[in-house]
């Protein structure tokens, strides 16, 4: 079994910066892949990056290309999520995913088995 706990979603004004966190617990270090994806209220959940746990092959949502960037911390078990230049359309909530298969597109979310709880993040205009 996996755990996934996400952290650093706030409120914060057009233009501004936040850091997601995913602390990842007990068979995490099996993952090959994590990523973060984000749901708005009534819309279904997307993919906004993902990667292999060694960092390799990123993948970005076209919408958030140069303005966030995935990292990961393969001996924390943990992922990161950078994003710079918010804008009110990255309003959601966030939410961390692991797979230990990791086959087909990193950004589909059907791929991933484990889940974190979310953390929102709203940007305001």
């Known amino acids: 079994q996996v755990g996934l706990v996400e952290s650093g979603g706030a409120s914060v004004q057009t233009g501004g910066s936040l850091r997601l966190s995913c602390a990842g617990s007990?068979?995490?270090?099996?993952?090959?892949?994590m990523g973060w994806f984000r749901q708005r209220s009534g819309q279904e959940r997307e993919g906004v990056a993902a990667?292999?746990?060694?960092?390799?092959?990123?993948y970005y949502h076209w919408s958030v290309k140069g303005r966030f960037t995935i990292s990961q911390d393969r001996d924390k078990g943990t992922v990161y999520l950078q994003m710079n230049n918010l804008k009110p359309e990255d309003s959601a909530m966030y939410y961390c995913?692991?797979?230990?298969?990791?086959?087909?597109?990193?950004?589909?979310?059907?791929?991933?088995?484990?889940w974190g709880q979310g953390t929102q993040v709203t940007v305001a205009s």
């Open positions: 995913a692991a797979d230990r298969e990791c086959k087909g597109g990193l950004l589909e979310r059907r791929r991933y088995v484990y």
């Open positions: 007990g068979d995490i270090k099996l993952m090959r892949c």
């Open positions: 990667s292999y746990t060694d960092g390799s092959h990123p």
